[in-house]
């Protein structure tokens, strides 16, 4: 397979449009990255710090082939949660519950070396069995139109400046030559912000405070205060309250994998393979959690950009890791894109999410899932009411005692279990992304 369209080798722009498709997916990737210390009360530079090194990381064991970024993961917010109320019941501080809540992400970032040991053990072919078409294609739809919600509740703050920036990406994507046929997001963004700023829509006030240099790591933000303030019984519980996230994070990653390879039109899932980018995103989260920073996940943020301008190759992703680990160190670039208006982000995020549900839309049609099946039906529309219907029911999430698992999550969860208890009498095929049947 292959995908449509002119497909662009970073290699021919040049260094100076390299540069400037790293800044596009650092663009792409920060709204959501800074959201998640925001919501939680983890740093932001150390967000960033290790948004980009846990990349670098990824890439590095995952043989600097797949072109993906790495940011930080909304699927453990609800652990997050649990793990500071919890300690700051026992009298800790918000910042020491929050180390200890790092702590648990740690030891749930050692779950992918699990699986990752399990599916060099077994072969990726026998693993896969459990995920075919029919359950990938409606988690990956489901991964855009869960994150859509957000994307509008950003456009409602003003949809002048959201609709400016669809609008710019439209255009530049259609009608654009050259180098702005291929930075449509970062247009979009550039030019919705600047309209903001001439409307008065900014305040900037905050950015003259903020330092140009500084370092981001602070000791008590870390897990040596945790081991500085030991709590066994504590610790525990956090561990057992957070690792089991582990699986649905572990879900999310082969579905991120499956639309990262049916853009890219390469099956990344046998080359590097799913157990080398397993462990890639293991060693980011637990890495991250060390230091303070929010597990990272890959993002779909920059699989829509990909399939959008069509460059493909993962130096443009390094790039931008390093230009995040750069700005790390900048606490002044940090406040500039922290003022960004919310609707500038959601108009282009609201153009990203909905190509991760294309994405997954176009697998189903290309591995030609019959829909006719009603075997097949079911799996794909309980993975879909599940994953929609739990994010924006009443609570947000499904708790087990402790334990908040996501819509996605428990869509997976069930998608996978019907898949292997539901009897096919066509037997179970897995096709390769070229359509070669594998047993």
Same mark, same amino acid.
Request: with cysteine; net charge neutral.
């Given at each position: 397979?292959? !995908?449509?369209?002119?497909?662009?080798?970073?290699?021919?722009?040049?260094?100076?449009?390299?540069?400037?498709? /790293?800044?596009?997916?650092?663009?792409?990737?920060f709204g959501a990255t800074v959201l998640v210390p925001l919501l939680t009360g983890l740093d932001v530079s150390v967000t960033l710090l290790f948004a980009g090194i846990g990349t670098l990381m990824f890439h590095f064991i995952s043989k600097w082939n797949v072109p993906a970024f790495l940011g930080s993961s909304f699927a453990f917010l609800? &652990?997050?949660?649990?793990?500071?109320?919890? /300690?700051? $019941?026992?009298?800790?501080?918000?910042?020491?519950?929050?180390?200890?809540?790092?702590?648990?992400?740690?030891?749930?970032?050692?779950?992918?070396?699990?699986?990752?040991?399990?599916?060099?053990?077994?072969?990726?072919?026998?693993?896969?069995?459990?995920?075919?078409?029919? %359950?990938?294609?409606?988690?990956?739809?489901?991964?855009?139109?869960?994150?859509?919600?957000?994307?509008?509740?950003?456009c409602q703050t003003n949809w002048l400046l959201a609709i400016i920036a669809i609008v710019t990406v439209i255009v530049a994507s259609v009608w654009g030559k050259g180098i702005v046929k291929i930075i449509p997001v970062l247009l979009? %963004?550039?030019?919705?912000?600047?309209?903001?700023?001439?409307?008065?829509?900014?305040?900037?006030? !905050?950015? &003259?405070?903020?330092?140009?240099?500084?370092?981001?790591?602070?000791?008590?933000?870390?897990?040596?205060a945790v081991f500085e303030h030991s709590n066994t019984s504590l610790m525990l519980s956090t561990i057992l309250a957070v690792m089991p996230i582990a699986f649905a994070t572990i879900m999310e990653h082969i579905g991120d994998m499956f639309a990262i390879s049916s853009t890219v039109g390469k099956d990344f899932l046998a080359e590097p393979g799913l157990h080398r980018t397993l462990t890639g995103d293991g060693v980011a989260t637990a890495l991250a959690s060390i230091f303070g920073a929010p597990a990272n996940t890959t993002y779909g943020e920059n699989t829509g950009v990909l399939n959008l301008t069509k460059v493909f190759d993962p130096k443009v992703i390094r790039i931008a890791a390093c230009l995040a680990i750069i700005l790390a160190?900048?606490?002044?670039?940090?406040?500039?894109?922290?003022?960004?208006?919310?609707?500038?982000?959601?108009?282009?995020?609201?153009?990203?999410?909905?190509?991760?549900?294309?994405?997954?839309?176009?697998?189903? %049609?290309?591995?030609?899932?019959?829909?006719?099946?009603?075997?097949?039906?079911?799996? $794909?529309?309980?993975?879909?009411?599940?994953?929609?219907?739990?994010?924006?029911?009443?609570?947000?999430?499904?708790?087990?005692?402790?334990i908040h698992l996501s819509g996605l999550a428990i869509a997976a969860i069930v998608g996978i279990f019907l898949n292997a208890i539901m009897p096919d009498k066509l037997g179970m095929k897995v096709k390769s992304f070229k359509g070669k049947e594998k047993s």
């Open positions: 397979m292959e !995908p449509q369209n002119a497909i662009y080798d970073a290699r021919q722009l040049g260094l100076p449009r390299m540069m400037i498709l /790293g800044v596009q997916h650092l663009f792409a990737m609800g &652990g997050y949660a649990s793990v500071k109320e919890m /300690g700051m $019941a026992q009298g800790l501080s918000e910042t020491l519950a929050l180390d200890y809540a790092c702590l648990g992400v740690a030891c749930a970032g050692l779950m992918y070396f699990v699986m990752a040991a399990l599916i060099k053990s077994f072969g990726v072919k026998n693993i896969l069995k459990f995920f075919p078409p029919v %359950v990938t294609g409606p988690i990956v739809i489901a991964i855009g139109l869960v994150l859509s919600g957000s994307a509008i509740n950003n979009g %963004v550039i030019v919705s912000y600047v309209i903001a700023a001439c409307m008065g829509e900014v305040d900037f006030a !905050p950015l &003259g405070e903020a330092a140009w240099v500084g370092f981001p790591i602070e000791k008590d933000r870390t897990l040596w160190f900048c606490p002044k670039f940090a406040c500039l894109i922290q003022l960004m208006p919310a609707a500038t982000i959601g108009g282009v995020s609201l153009i990203l999410y909905g190509m991760i549900s294309a994405v997954g839309v176009r697998n189903l %049609v290309e591995e030609k899932v019959d829909l006719k099946s009603s075997r097949n039906v079911f799996v $794909a529309a309980l993975i879909l009411v599940l994953a929609i219907g739990v994010k924006y029911g009443a609570n947000d999430d499904i708790a087990i005692g402790p």
